[in-house]
């Protein structure tokens, strides 16, 4: 539904459930890349909206926890249909709370102090080499909330490019 759309409830409603996940940004650590992967054409995943629904469940904000449980429910896993336009609501959360995805599967990046700070290395990797993008990290206001992976370019990945 375009935000145009929406009620002023609906909007306070989506603008509180995107500042409880930003609050709480470390409890959903690890589940923001698979989140998203789960929402991509055929990649389907409930356990991954299964787990956060149990890590909300856990936590000690009872704002946050109130606001997501009205919204979603592990129940939502008995409908493929809707607990994927759930996931999709919660993806849209995670945007507006201002998340944001840092390099691409794949894509390749030179590794520098700020990639140190943003993705574990598979094997060694020196400052300035390039690298290819394993798995994407994910931030929230300039700070690592969920490491990706990286592994130094090889030189089939360099021929591929030539």
């Excluded at 493929?80 to 995670?94: A, F, I, N, Y």
Aim: net charge negative; with cysteine; glycine share 8%.
């Amino acid at each position: 539904m375009p935000e145009e759309n929406l009620t002023h409830y609906q909007l306070s409603s989506q603008t509180g459930l995107s500042e409880g996940i930003a609050r709480n940004a470390e409890a959903f650590e690890g589940l923001y890349e698979s989140l998203l992967l789960s929402v991509s054409p055929g990649k389907y995943c409930s356990d991954v909206y299964e787990e956060w629904c149990d890590r909300v469940a856990l936590l000690e904000d009872s704002a946050f926890r109130a606001e997501f449980e009205r919204k979603f429910s592990k129940d939502d896993v008995l409908d493929r249909e809707l607990c994927l336009r759930k996931m999709r609501m919660l993806v849209g959360s995670v945007q507006r709370a201002g998340f944001i995805r840092a390099g691409s599967s794949d894509s390749v990046i030179v590794y520098d102090n700020d990639a140190a700070q943003l993705f574990r290395c598979l094997g060694e990797i020196a400052p300035g080499a390039r690298c290819t993008v394993i798995k994407p990290a994910w931030t929230l206001g300039g700070k690592a909330v969920e490491l990706g992976i990286v592994r130094a370019e090889s030189d089939s990945d360099k021929g591929a490019e030539q």
